[in-house]
C-alpha cells in the first residue's frame, strides 16, 4: 500500500505520460487511509457506523449478538456506571461459559475518570463517554476470533497495511505464535510499553487480562496509537477464553486524521480550539447532556448527582477560563443538542443550574 499521495501517480499514468487532471485531484482529496476530507456534521454518523459494522461483520461470521444495556442499568453491581463490554459480558466469564461458541456485541460507556482532574492544567487524552464494541470467545477458539478481528481491519475497514501494528510482549510467546501463524504480515513493536501495558490483574480472584494491542498510525505525529486489545483470560493453571475490545471513537480519530478523540464529537463543530481548557469543556457538556438522558436529577445524597455536579462545575471552571459569557455558552448548548439530539430539551436544565 501507499503511504503518501504522490507514491500513487505510477499507477494512474495514461498510455502517453499524460495524468488525468480528475485523478490527481482525486489523489491528493484522500488521505493515506483513503478517506476525504471529514465532514464535520456527520461526526455522529461515522462513529455510530464504525460499530454497527463491527457487529454486522461478527455477526455474518455466526458471532451471537449481545444485546446493549443502559449505561446506568446496574447489571454489573461492582461499578456505577457501565464503563466497557465486560461489564454486560461479566456473567459468562464468572461462569466460564461462552453461548454459541462466540459473541460481540456494542455497548455505550461511560468513565469517570476526567472527573477527578477539575482544575489541573494536564491535558486528558480520552473523553468520558463511547461506544466500546467486542467479542468473546473460547480459547480453543483463539485463531478464529483474531483472524475475524484482523479481516475486520483489513476487509471492512480497510486499513493499509502501512498503517497498522501491533504492540507485543516479548513475553507472551503464545500470543506471539499465534500471530504468526493466523497473520504475520502485521508490523510487531515488541516490548516498546512498560509491562503493566500488557499485563493486568482481573476483578475475578486471581484472574489475568494479557493482552496486546491493536495500534494505527497518527498520520499528524508518525506515532501509531492504541485503539484495542486482543485478551487472554487466565489464572496460575487454566487459559478460560480469549475477549476482544475496541472504541469507535478511538479508530475514527486516527482513520480521518483527528487531533484528539473529542474531534469524532459534534460538539467540536460548536468548540473549535484546541486547549487543555477547550478539551475539558467539551468532555464536561458531552458529560452532562448524557446524564441528563440517563434521568439523572439532582438529589442531595445521590452518588450519581455529586458525579453529574462535579461535570457541571467543571463547565463552569472552564467556561470562566476561557471568558466565555454565559449567552455564548447558551448558543453552543443549544446548538449542540439540536445537532446531537433533533432537538433541544436539557440545555436550559443544564443553564439552570450554572447560573
Not at 500500500?1 to 495524468?19: Q, R, T
Not at 498503517?163 to 507485543?168: E, F, R, S, V
Not at 510487531?188 to 487480562?209: A, G, M, R, S
Not at 439530539?341 to 443553564?351: F, G, R, S, T
Request: net charge negative; aromatic share 16%; with cysteine.
Amino acid at each position: 500500500m501507499f503511504n503518501k499521495p504522490w507514491d500513487m501517480f505510477h499507477e494512474h499514468i495514461w498510455s502517453d505520460g499524460v495524468y488525468p487532471q480528475e485523478d490527481i485531484w482525486n489523489l491528493f482529496k484522500l488521505n493515506s487511509y483513503g478517506k476525504e476530507k471529514l465532514d464535520p456534521f456527520k461526526k455522529k454518523e461515522i462513529c455510530d457506523s464504525i460499530a454497527n459494522e463491527f457487529c454486522d461483520f461478527f455477526v455474518s461470521r455466526w458471532y451471537a449478538l449481545e444485546k446493549p444495556v443502559s449505561i446506568n442499568s446496574w447489571i454489573d453491581e461492582s461499578v456505577l456506571f457501565i464503563g466497557a463490554p465486560t461489564s454486560v459480558l461479566k456473567p459468562y466469564l464468572v461462569s466460564w461459559t461462552i453461548p454459541n461458541k462466540w459473541i460481540c456485541m456494542q455497548q455505550p460507556s461511560f468513565r469517570t475518570h476526567n472527573a477527578k482532574r477539575l482544575k489541573d492544567e494536564n491535558p486528558i487524552k480520552w473523553w468520558s463517554t463511547f461506544t466500546g464494541f467486542s467479542t468473546m470467545s473460547n480459547y480453543a477458539d483463539r485463531e478464529n476470533l483474531l483472524k475475524d478481528t484482523i479481516d475486520f481491519f483489513l476487509d471492512i475497514l480497510k486499513i493499509p497495511l502501512s498503517n497498522i501494528a501491533i504492540n507485543i510482549s516479548s513475553r507472551d510467546v503464545d500470543l506471539l505464535h499465534l500471530l504468526d501463524v493466523v497473520w504475520n504480515k502485521i508490523p510487531l513493536f515488541v516490548d516498546t510499553k512498560p509491562l503493566q501495558y500488557y499485563n493486568h490483574k482481573y476483578w475475578l480472584e486471581d484472574i489475568i487480562w494479557r493482552n496486546f494491542n491493536i495500534v494505527l498510525k497518527d498520520e499528524k505525529t508518525w506515532s501509531f496509537n492504541d485503539v484495542g486489545n486482543y485478551i487472554v483470560i487466565e489464572n496460575s493453571e487454566k487459559k478460560y477464553g480469549i475477549e476482544s475490545w475496541y472504541g469507535n471513537s478511538s479508530i475514527m480519530k486516527e482513520i480521518y486524521w483527528l487531533d484528539h478523540i473529542l474531534d469524532t464529537s459534534l460538539l467540536s463543530n460548536f468548540i473549535q480550539w484546541n486547549s487543555v481548557n477547550h478539551r475539558k469543556l467539551q468532555d464536561s457538556i458531552i458529560v452532562s447532556f448524557v446524564m441528563c438522558h440517563m434521568g439523572i436529577i439532582p438529589r442531595r445524597h445521590d452518588t450519581k448527582w455529586r458525579i453529574f455536579k462535579r461535570y457541571l462545575s467543571w463547565i463552569k471552571y472552564n467556561q470562566e477560563k476561557l471568558n466565555i459569557n454565559f449567552q455564548e455558552l447558551e448558543n453552543i448548548l443549544k446548538s449542540f443538542e439540536q445537532q446531537e439530539y433533533w432537538y433541544v430539551k436539557y440545555a436550559d436544565i443544564i443553564l439552570d443550574y450554572l447560573e
